[in-house]
């Protein structure tokens, strides 16, 4: 397999990935097994090309909450408790690096965090299902929920194959949205700066390690434009997807990806 087509195989996986709750992480490791293992650069980019897919879709939204700010009780109240998520994700992400507390990213360790995940994602969507039944639809973002979904991220970061997209959206549907687009809206709206700040600070580390040196610039940009295109469509179908549908499809999914990678690559591979 050439190195274009893989490239344009690793864009197209990350962008379909990325906001799916499924682990796009996960994905990447497997995959590169079979591809070839890529440059950080590489990394950073087709993540880079998801993050602005997420941006265009919710371009609207941004605008709003930008231009309400100052004027708009409920925009500068959403906003506030984004900048409190993010701030969370930051602080105890900079902690956890600094501590080195990280799985190593082994086809292992992310197979089990897929199976579990799995079956936490069944047991969530069941306790949310029942508690919106209780208390009915709930849309509005509380102080709670902010502070949880930034230590969701944190947590989604330590261990590959957990998603972060699906840590985000499930902490905010048990504890305080009913509402599936609403959590998901916030879950994705937070990670823009969470993701951007992430590839900044990779970025940063590659440059200063001079890995920016002998990259396929070719391969990087079609991965980069598929990333992008493909997550956009991803994206949007979700958000159309969840007006009706639960994520318990991809929770099943999830398990069985999970317990066929336990069973076909070696243990610690």
């Not at 998520?85 to 507390?101: C, H, Y």
């Amino acid at each position: 397999m050439t190195d274009f087509l893989a490239a344009l195989l690793l864009g197209l996986i990350e962008g379909v990935t990325e906001f799916l709750p499924v682990s796009s992480t996960g994905h990447l490791l497997v995959a590169e097994r079979w591809l070839g293992h890529r440059s950080d650069l590489f990394n950073i980019a087709i993540q880079a090309g998801a993050i602005l897919a997420v941006v265009l879709i919710y371009r609207q939204r941004l605008w709003q909450l930008l231009v309400g700010f100052a004027t708009q009780r409920d925009s500068r109240d959403y906003a506030l408790k984004l900048g409190v998520a993010f701030l969370v994700t930051a602080v105890l992400g900079l902690v956890v690096k600094k501590l080195g507390f990280e799985l190593p990213e082994t086809v292992t360790p992310v197979a089990w965090a897929l199976v579990l995940g799995g079956v936490w994602m069944l047991l969530a969507e069941w306790a949310a299902a029942r508690r919106a039944r209780v208390l009915g639809e709930r849309a509005r973002v509380t102080w709670t929920v902010a502070l949880l979904v930034g230590v969701a991220q944190v947590v989604a970061g330590v261990f590959p194959g957990t998603s972060r997209s699906a840590a985000t959206i499930f902490v905010a549907l048990l504890f305080g949205v009913t509402d599936r687009v609403a959590a998901t809206e916030f879950a994705f709206l937070v990670g823009i700066p969470t993701m951007f700040a992430a590839t900044a600070y990779e970025l940063l580390d590659v440059y200063k390690s001079g890995g920016l040196a002998g990259e396929d610039w070719t391969a990087l940009a079609v991965a980069f434009v598929v990333a992008t295109l493909t997550a956009f469509v991803s994206v949007k179908w979700l958000l159309r997807y969840i007006q009706a549908h639960r994520f318990t499809p991809f929770a099943f999914y999830r398990i069985a990806l999970g317990a066929a990678l336990l069973l076909w690559i070696p243990a610690g591979a």
